[in-house]
């Protein structure tokens, strides 16, 4: 089976990079510092023009959680044709209850959505809020998901490995399983060794600094310490270093 790194993009500079670096497939945001929110149209069409890849399409309207409105789940719908039909290969998504629980009515929709453009739909890490992540993964099976983004309920990937590996071991003829949080050259070999996973998301993240951040009295900086001034950004080093790795897993497992 060919193993596949992700990127996750968060502008068409960053997409750039990613398939300089060698990447088949990105995951395309905006607001990576809120853990990824829709992207725009423009960039959208940029890097589908510009470059060859696979790109799946956050549709996240805001950050903090997964349980979304009626008005929001109603621009959702609406972002989700708009970036199909302006070339996204599959979208990425992910709708939970206020208990946790997958919300599996609007997975449902969603997921026919993309499927009647004949695109990949992809649940993301809300996946890893759930309480029981095997009960949970049958019902986004049942919903016909392609694919499901998660770092094994843990904050990194290689904290969830038993998670991962018990899903990949159950479901893994079902449905695809794609790591991400946390994963770089070090360490996806073994974490791909460890799971049986064929597919891992990395961020692949640089940081740029942007002296305007800051002013005398003001500040629109996001993160801390050495890097207050700066923005994050995708690394084709990093990118180059880690499609590497995933390739030499290929080479042992063909």
């Known amino acids: ?18 398939a300089l670096g060698g990447a088949k497939r990105i995951e395309l945001n905006s607001a990576l510092f809120m853990g990824g929110l ?13 470059c060859h890849l696979d790109v799946v399409a956050m549709v996240r309207p805001r950050g903090a959680g997964f349980c979304y409105s009626e008005l929001e789940y109603e621009t959702m719908l609406e972002d989700c044709r708009i970036l199909l039909e302006n070339g996204a290969d599959g979208i990425a998504f992910g709708f939970l209850n206020p208990d946790c629980s997958v919300d599996v009515g609007r997975t449902k929709e969603f997921t026919a959505l993309i499927h009647s453009y004949r695109k990949v739909a992809v649940f993301h890490r809300a996946f890893d809020c759930v309480e029981n992540p095997y009960a949970s993964i049958e019902q986004i099976i049942d919903a016909k998901v392609d694919r499901v983004l998660t770092s094994g309920l843990r904050e990194k990937a290689w904290e ?16 695809q399983l794609l790591a991400g949080s946390g ?21 692949c993240k640089d940081w740029h600094i942007d002296s305007t951040t800051k002013g005398n009295h003001v500040s629109y ?9 700066s ?5 084709r080093v990093l990118v180059q270093k880690l499609v590497r790795v995933v390739e030499k897993q290929y080479e042992h497992y063909k």
């Open 1 to 18: 089976m060919e193993k596949i790194a992700e990127i996750c993009c968060g502008s068409f500079e960053d997409a750039k990079q990613a």
């Open 38 to 50: 829709t992207p725009s149209i423009g960039t959208l069409k940029l890097v589908k023009e510009q």
């Open 160 to 175: 969830g490995i038993p998670v991962i590996a018990g899903l990949q071991k159950r479901y893994g003829s079902a449905i």
């Open 183 to 203: 994963i770089h050259a070090g360490n996806a070999a073994k974490i791909m060794e460890q799971t049986g996973i064929s597919q891992v998301h990395s961020s």
């Open 221 to 229: 900086a996001y993160a801390c310490g050495k890097f207050e001034s």
């Open 231 to 235: 923005y994050d950004v995708v690394s």
